[in-house]
């Protein structure tokens, strides 16, 4: 089984709703990140200064099965195709641990299939 690693920044105010998407299409959990982005000097609106360039980096750690439901339903839900909404990519992870109760559900949701 593979892991990926689903990073998405948007609004601090868009972080409970990309979770809880995320939450309905398979995602056990999130981490939270808070961060800032930088904007290019002709997008600074207010005497060069950014106003709202405040951001949440939230990861999510899934296995490969799950990646692309959790990604479309981010993508859709927090309405990523709108400039300035946010982003989302999904990078390969070469290595993970401490995963046993990801696992654990993993081969539940196995079994509860095939029986």
Not at 100 to 107: K, N
Request: charged share 25%.
């Amino acid at each position: 089984m593979g892991w990926k690693l689903v990073v998405v920044t948007v609004r601090p105010q868009m972080t409970e709703r990309i979770i809880a998407a995320a939450r309905g299409a398979g995602a056990l959990g999130a981490t939270v990140i808070p961060a800032r982005g930088t904007v290019p000097p002709e997008k600074r609106p207010f005497f060069g200064l950014a106003l709202d360039n405040q951001r949440d980096l939230i990861l999510f750690l899934l296995d490969e099965a799950r990646v692309a439901a959790v990604t479309r339903t981010i993508h859709l839900d927090g309405d990523l195709d709108t400039p300035g909404t946010g982003m989302l990519f999904v990078l390969d992870v070469e290595q993970a641990m401490g995963l046993r109760e990801q696992l654990l559900a993993v081969e539940t949701e196995i079994r509860e299939q095939y029986n």
